[in-house]
């Protein structure tokens, strides 16, 4: 057993004190993990445009203040009662997608969501109800169950998967979210088919991702689109065969329509990347009548609507969503670590700016730059 087991661990942590404000760092005490919980080493974290719209204020469930981070992984440091799955010295990644196996989304066998966790992590707390972490005698809220912006940091036995020793841990952190979620929505959500023809919308590390999805599944045509030129060279190191800027298409031509023509009638899978409820919008109409799917990924901001005429699914287009890529983190992702360790998927190449946590705004300063797939931060 460690040393620290059952006593409170003094570490330092990015602390989101208010909305809008530049993360902070501080020294913190992490308690020990009660029944079911897990304390965890985190050794390398990725930012994720998730953390920073928490970060934004513009999260209707973001709650501060809070350490932030989702897409980490690190090392067991101890276990609280009736915990069996992992075992202090386990290297895992935290999962923001639980996987509890026993809630009826779990034993559904029909989705990746489990409902285990899901009321307290929306409110910030472990499923006790409590906290884990304090800054000065002041409690902070968790973050989407993983709060991986802190050296140590406390979750659920049902929010980490245990993962093969000799896959690097840097790289690993990616498995967490941006990832496994367009890879995921590409091969499990949608099992895109051989020769099958496709356009991703918006090339961040998620729609690199789900690129290279299409790739591994063979897929035909891989039509990448975004507004950055400067995403062209990106998409086609990952396997798209063509890019289109729709911002430069001519003068009353739109997405869609030129999407439709160049395909004779439309794409067999379209995924939203982006976020926007436009280019959502684009990415069912562009999808090919009769059996078109078109896959939103994409956050949108609070309050955002799609609009589309139900004309569109009445003539056999699908729309459906992805979350996390459909993948049962528990399950499912040491397989993943398994292809990435022999090479048949990408994790190294998103990774375009590393920093540590003593200058972890640094790294938040270059997600929001249009030139950054992933930043990850060594937490040493
Ligand atoms: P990112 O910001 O790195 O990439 C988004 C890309 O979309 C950028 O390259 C941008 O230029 C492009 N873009 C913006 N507007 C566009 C438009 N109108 N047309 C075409 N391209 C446009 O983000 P990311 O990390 O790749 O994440 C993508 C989205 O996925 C975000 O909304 C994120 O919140 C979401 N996300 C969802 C899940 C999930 O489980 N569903 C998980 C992770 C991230
Ligand atoms: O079960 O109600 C639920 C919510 C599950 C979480 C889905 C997350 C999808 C997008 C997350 C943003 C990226 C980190
Ligand atoms: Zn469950």
Same mark, same amino acid.
């Given at each position: 057993m460690s040393d620290t087991a059952g006593k409170p661990i003094t570490c330092k942590a990015a602390v989101a004190?208010?909305?809008g404000k530049p993360v902070s760092l501080e020294t913190i005490e992490v308690a020990p993990p009660k029944k079911g919980e897990v304390r965890v080493k985190v050794n390398f974290t990725g930012i994720c445009h998730t953390d920073m719209y928490t970060l934004s204020g513009s999260d209707p469930e973001g709650a501060f203040p809070a350490v932030l981070g989702h897409e980490g992984a690190g090392v067991v440091e101890s276990v609280g009662e009736g915990v069996t799955d992992v075992k202090e010295g386990d290297h895992v990644i935290l999962l923001y *997608?639980?996987? @509890?196996?026993?809630c009826k989304f779990c034993k559904s066998?029909?989705? !990746? #969501?489990?409902?285990?966790?899901r009321a307290t992590q929306g409110k910030g707390v472990m499923p006790d109800g409590t906290k884990r972490f304090t800054c000065n005698g002041k409690e902070l809220y968790h973050f989407?169950?993983? %709060? *991986?912006? %802190?050296q140590y940091t406390v979750v659920s036995q049902y929010s980490l998967v245990a993962i093969d020793k000799s896959c690097p841990l840097d790289k690993a952190c990616? #498995? $967490?979210c941006g990832v496994t979620t367009g890879f995921g929505a590409a091969t499990i959500t949608n099992k895109i088919e051989e020769g099958a023809n496709v356009a991703v919308f918006g090339i961040g590390c998620v729609g690199l991702a789900v690129i290279d999805g299409a790739s591994f599944n063979k897929a035909g045509r891989i039509i990448a689109i975004d507004i !950055?030129? $400067?995403k062209e060279q990106w998409a086609k190191k990952f396997g798209a065969t063509e890019f289109i800027n +729709? %911002?430069? #298409? +001519?003068?009353?031509?739109s997405i869609v329509d030129h999407l439709i023509d160049i395909t004779d009638g439309g794409l067999d899978y379209t995924f939203d990347c982006t976020g926007n409820t436009k280019v959502m919008r684009s990415a069912l109409e562009s999808a090919h009548k009769g059996w078109g799917e078109a896959t939103v990924i994409g956050v949108a901001a609070a309050g955002e609507e799609i609009s589309f005429r139900p004309f569109q699914v009445v003539t056999g287009r699908v729309l459906r969503g992805s979350a996390f890529g459909g993948v049962k983190g528990r399950t499912q992702l040491p397989g993943m670590v398994d292809l990435y360790q022999k090479g048949e998927f990408k994790i190294d190449?998103?990774?375009?700016h590393t920093t540590t946590l003593d200058e972890i705004n640094k790294g938040v300063d270059h997600t929001k730059s249009? !030139? @950054?797939?992933r930043c990850v931060v060594s937490m040493d």
């Amino acid at each position: 057993m460690s040393d620290t087991a059952g006593k409170p661990i003094t570490c330092k942590a990015a602390v989101a004190w208010e909305a809008g404000k530049p993360v902070s760092l501080e020294t913190i005490e992490v308690a020990p993990p009660k029944k079911g919980e897990v304390r965890v080493k985190v050794n390398f974290t990725g930012i994720c445009h998730t953390d920073m719209y928490t970060l934004s204020g513009s999260d209707p469930e973001g709650a501060f203040p809070a350490v932030l981070g989702h897409e980490g992984a690190g090392v067991v440091e101890s276990v609280g009662e009736g915990v069996t799955d992992v075992k202090e010295g386990d290297h895992v990644i935290l999962l923001y *997608t639980a996987e @509890c196996r026993q809630c009826k989304f779990c034993k559904s066998g029909k989705t !990746n #969501l489990c409902g285990a966790v899901r009321a307290t992590q929306g409110k910030g707390v472990m499923p006790d109800g409590t906290k884990r972490f304090t800054c000065n005698g002041k409690e902070l809220y968790h973050f989407m169950g993983t %709060s *991986t912006f %802190s050296q140590y940091t406390v979750v659920s036995q049902y929010s980490l998967v245990a993962i093969d020793k000799s896959c690097p841990l840097d790289k690993a952190c990616l #498995l $967490g979210c941006g990832v496994t979620t367009g890879f995921g929505a590409a091969t499990i959500t949608n099992k895109i088919e051989e020769g099958a023809n496709v356009a991703v919308f918006g090339i961040g590390c998620v729609g690199l991702a789900v690129i290279d999805g299409a790739s591994f599944n063979k897929a035909g045509r891989i039509i990448a689109i975004d507004i !950055n030129d $400067g995403k062209e060279q990106w998409a086609k190191k990952f396997g798209a065969t063509e890019f289109i800027n +729709p %911002s430069k #298409l +001519p003068e009353g031509k739109s997405i869609v329509d030129h999407l439709i023509d160049i395909t004779d009638g439309g794409l067999d899978y379209t995924f939203d990347c982006t976020g926007n409820t436009k280019v959502m919008r684009s990415a069912l109409e562009s999808a090919h009548k009769g059996w078109g799917e078109a896959t939103v990924i994409g956050v949108a901001a609070a309050g955002e609507e799609i609009s589309f005429r139900p004309f569109q699914v009445v003539t056999g287009r699908v729309l459906r969503g992805s979350a996390f890529g459909g993948v049962k983190g528990r399950t499912q992702l040491p397989g993943m670590v398994d292809l990435y360790q022999k090479g048949e998927f990408k994790i190294d190449e998103y990774i375009t700016h590393t920093t540590t946590l003593d200058e972890i705004n640094k790294g938040v300063d270059h997600t929001k730059s249009g !030139n @950054c797939i992933r930043c990850v931060v060594s937490m040493d």
